[in-house]
């Protein structure tokens, strides 16, 4: 029919087709983030110093950055822009590559937390509006949240003591304005109080379309909304019989308390509250032993050659042993463990006890340490002869604590808090024995090392770390 | 036997070379296109374009006759699946996840924006074209002639469309779907006000039911956005096709397009053309008949010349290429520049205000505001089943495959048009300005204004008219194309009013401006 | 012997027959439909349920209004005794809020006086009446699943 008429519209429409495609292909090439992530390339290469690491800035692949946060339900992509929140390169740079400021990301690692939890703003957005989620047509409850009321984000998992100790009050302060200032008269706070007013609960999490919008000025958001409330509710809600005169400073920090006030809960292995569950009374010295130790140690008196273990465990309360331990090595013996072997590391950032419960501990412990010190060790060690100590060790020592010193029924000689010992100790130890252990005096009263052959021992004991 | 000239090896190693070509003419059996033998089997030996005849007629080639809509609805049809498809590697339906997945497939799925565009102007652009197609079809008689059933399968097809649109509607499990799912659900159970009335609810409470089953349970939640999710990529569209095959095989059955009776072909149309020489006589030379089968009743070609037809290939396809292409462009290029909505997640606690359904049932949605069994049963149901019988109350045979079938129709349709309009909006105005029933008698009783509210009042007009012409024109088709026209007109200005008219609370404002801040 | 047995009268065994099997594959059809829409009719529903407990009589002050938002009622305590009506507006289901004269709906408008009669708006049925009853605590329940006549009041000293 009119086929020529309809050649025509078949390829000038294709046409069209395929400018457009190519003009929304470009559009899916050239996102916003790719910018930003090759001003970071950038920059790195300028900043770096050795050819290195600018070839290695140079390959950075550009590509979406996200944190998959599964407990949190969340996945924040703000790092696809702000690319250079860690590199403490970028610590001068532009928003967005500048690193984040402060140390927050010390303690609060990014994969872990995300930003949005802090900052809000719409995590899984992959541009500039819509991820900080201002304006009425990006359709989000939470934009991101001005600076001054960051700290109403500490609230969700850190309790009010811990953070006033920190000096991030601003939240405390704000619920401390609110308690001098009578809110709960007519506004019902963990379920007590007026009723005049709407609850609180959860006031902080509530969409925007819970609020009279109309009067805001400025952004339309709930902080500002919060704001101007409590400069002047009459204005935003013209029925109100709210009674409030509060400061500029002051509506701030009620504003930073208010938000904080959020539904649901955070999953407890984010929450650092100070009263955990179980110890609510320091525990004292015994109990921590008994909650910690007793199970591989025992009593402590005698030192036990483990089946299970395959390893002779410490008599750590044994008489003559702590003679022999100070409390500063016992603390550090405590606190980093013996790598190698079953006895963990105690400390805070390893099996988690604070510093004041190893201290107790070890309190407890020194409480068995017999009064007045060893006879001195009187011939000198570096007189010794280890060529001399190894054929001893060979003779008299190889049976219990193994021929390269491994340990087996004796301890483990070449582990590096023994080799950490002075030779005095070692020797002393040697000639003395240890009552209640397996370890037998080899002084006079054993089988009789004259103090040279003791030296010569304690000093190829301390080689024996070097030897394969 | 081998022969000395060929070994087995060599025969083997013949056929290895020339796959290619025995492939191709397995593949292809009729070869390729270049002798007008050739381009009608390409026609009816491919097993997807034979659903359309070898010969075409020049009427259905025409653009101006058919403008394309139906095919245009089609390829939109495809253009929705095809994209759907695709998103539905990343949505996922369940409350949690939901809203989610559409964000994703908008922020971080590779070409994930637009295909999502595409999908929701594609899917509205259907409904859009169904109606145009729907109403070319009624203006040019094109329900009559044998073609009276096809009809009844559109009605069946229109439904289908609307009820795949307003599933997908609701799958993003924002404010607009989960308000739109409340809303409808609520049309749902609009029958209990009439069974309230009755008294009979307790007995027999086919609403309630009704929603329960559309919710899977008594509130909209997971249940529910699996149901509605179900319904939007299986049931329905397993539905549609169904039908759709039946609605192109009966286009088949039917004898084609119509066309009208006493047909001339123009300049235009023999432009660029070789029609068959042949005049007179029914069996020409560049057509052969083989018995397919004996058939009782009448064919298509009894009686009929094969003059006025072109072979399909490439006539036909040429059109159908050039449409799809500039359906697909159009909405790419829209798709390009608008984004498909998507508000805040649901939040069951907060209702929008307005809450509205999907455009294209907003002018259902005002005439629920008067009432709603009417508005969601009663009216919409009368509709169907008017457009329905359509072809069997009219049942005048000539004018057929003519716009508007000769100049009264003409006429008829712009009268109509002119007295609709006038008489729908003096209705609106008078209900907007004075309200109802309600705001003078607030004691009224409620089956009192379901039985009278300016919804049934329309309709009741749109009947007194159809009537009046009718009598006046003494012919069934006048009166069709009078009620048809009205009907339009009713559709067009309440979806209207619906759309652009109404704020919150369902309150009259000229310009969204004016709704009150809130 | 084929076609022609329409002319006899009775009806012939073929049609019988014919008819039997068509009846039996229509039934099963038909038992097929029936069981598909039981199955769809959900029997448990992932919802609370339509009874719960408001709490004991001394919450309810006479004269006071209680919104309860999540459970969709309002229970008003006067000097006869309590009642509870639906905030659930009956025209397509957004919950109303208290106004002096009674309630209004902010999706439509639709109005209703102090005891949730219609008297604007689209709604087509009244805010219903629900039941009101006690456990053997003292606790209330109140069941949104069972309508009451309006101007029933639980009366806790009848």
Known sequence: ?468 | MNNTNQTGISVFKENLKSIGKSFSASFLRSGRPISDRSRAAAMFNNFFLHVQGVKTHINTLRPGYTLGLGFASFALLMMTVFTGVLIMIYYNPSIENAYNTVKDINYVVFGGRLLRNVHKWAGEGMIIFVMLHMARVFYTGSYKQGREFNWVVGIALLVCTFGINLSGYMLPWDQLAYWALVIVSNIIQSPKEITDSLGITQYFDIGGLSKELFLGGLHAGKESLTRVYLLHIMLLPMILFIFLGIHFWRIRKDGGLTKPEHFVPSAADTEYLSLPEKKGGIFTTSKTYGLMELAHGKTPAVGKDVEHEVLSWPNLLIAEAALFMLCFAGVVVYAFFIDAPLKELANPLIPENPAKAPWYFLGLQELLSYSAFMGGVGLPGLALLGLALAPYLDREQDHVGIWFSNQQGKKTALLSLVVGTAVLIGILAFAINFGWFRNWWPNVPQLLITLINPGNIWVGFMIIWTVFVVRKTGSTRMGAIALFTMFLVGFVILTYVGTELRGPNWGFYWFKSQWPPH | MSSNNHDLPGVTRRDFLGWASISAVALTALSVFAGIFRMSKPTVRYEESTRFKIGKPENFPAGTVKKLEERGVFIFSGDDGLHAISSVCTHLGCIVAVTETGFQCPCHGSRYNANGKVIGGPAPRNLAWLEISQNVDGTLVVDAAKEVPVGTKFNLYA
């Open chain 1, 1 to 468: 029919m009119r086929n020529r008429f309809y050649f025509w519209v078949l390829f000038l429409s294709t046409s069209v087709l395929l400018i457009f495609a190519i003009f929304a292909a470009y559009r899916a090439f050239s996102p916003e983030w790719a910018d930003y992530q090759a001003e970071y390339k950038k920059e790195l290469v300028k900043v770096v110093k050795d050819e290195a690491a600018k070839s290695k800035a140079r390959s950075l692949p550009i590509e979406i950055q996200q944190m998959y946060l599964a407990d949190l339900n969340g996945i924040d992509r703000c790092t696809s822009c702000h690319i250079g929140f860690d590199n403490p390169l970028m610590a001068k740079s532009k928003v967005p590559l500048k690193e984040h400021s402060g140390d927050y990301l010390k303690v609060h690692s990014a994969e872990k937390f995300g930003c949005t939890v802090c900052h809000y703003g719409q995590g899984r957005a992959t541009n500039r509006k819509e991820a900080h989620g201002l304006g009425h047509d990006t359709h989000w409850d939470f934009p991101i949240i001005p600076a001054k009321y960051l700290q109403s984000a500490c609230a969700q998992c850190h309790d009010a003591a811990m953070l006033q100790a920190k000096g991030w009050d601003q939240a405390a302060k704000g619920e401390k304005l609110v308690n001098e200032k009578g809110c709960r008269g007519c506004h019902k706070l963990n379920n007590v109080g007026g009723v005049l007013g709407k609850a609180l609960e959860g006031v902080g999490s509530k969409p925007i379309a819970y609020f009279p919008m109309g009067a805001v000025q400025g952004e339309k958001t709930t902080y500002s909304w919060f704001k101007q409330h409590f400069i002047d509710p009459r204005n935003l809600v013209p029925e109100s019989e709210m009674k409030i005169s509060v400061t500029d400073e002051e509506a701030d920090l009620l504003t930073t308390y208010v938000l904080s006030l959020r539904a649901g809960e955070m999953p407890k292995q984010y929450r650092r509250l100070a009263i955990t569950d179980g110890a609510k009374q320091p525990a004292d010295g015994e109990t921590l032993y008994k909650r910690y130790c007793i199970a591989c140690h025992g009593e402590g008196k005698d030192s036990i050659f483990d089946e299970t273990f395959n390893h002779t465990v410490p008599a750590i309360r044994n008489p003559a042993m702590l003679r022999a331990l100070d409390d500063k090595n016992l603390k550090k013996i405590v606190s980093d463990g013996r790598m190698g072997t079953q006895m963990t590391s105690w400390k805070a950032t390893a099996a988690g006890l604070p510093e004041r419960d190893i201290e107790e501990l070890v309190v407890y412990l020194a409480k068995n340490r017999p009064a007045g010190k060893p006879a001195a060790f009187s011939f000198p060690i570096s007189k010794a002869d280890p060529k001399h100590g190894e054929t001893i060790f060979k003779m008299r020592c190889a049976l219990c604590h193994g021929k390269k010193g491994e340990g087996g029924l004796g301890l483990n000689l070449r582990n590096p808090v023994v080799q950490a010992f002075d030779p005095e100790v070692l020797a002393v130890t040697v000639r003395d024995g240890r009552k209640d252990t397996p370890m037998p005096p080899f002084g006079k009263d054993g089988v009789n090392l004259k103090d040279q052959d003791i030296a010569d021992v304690a000093s190829y004991v301390k080689t024996l770390a070097q030897r394969k």
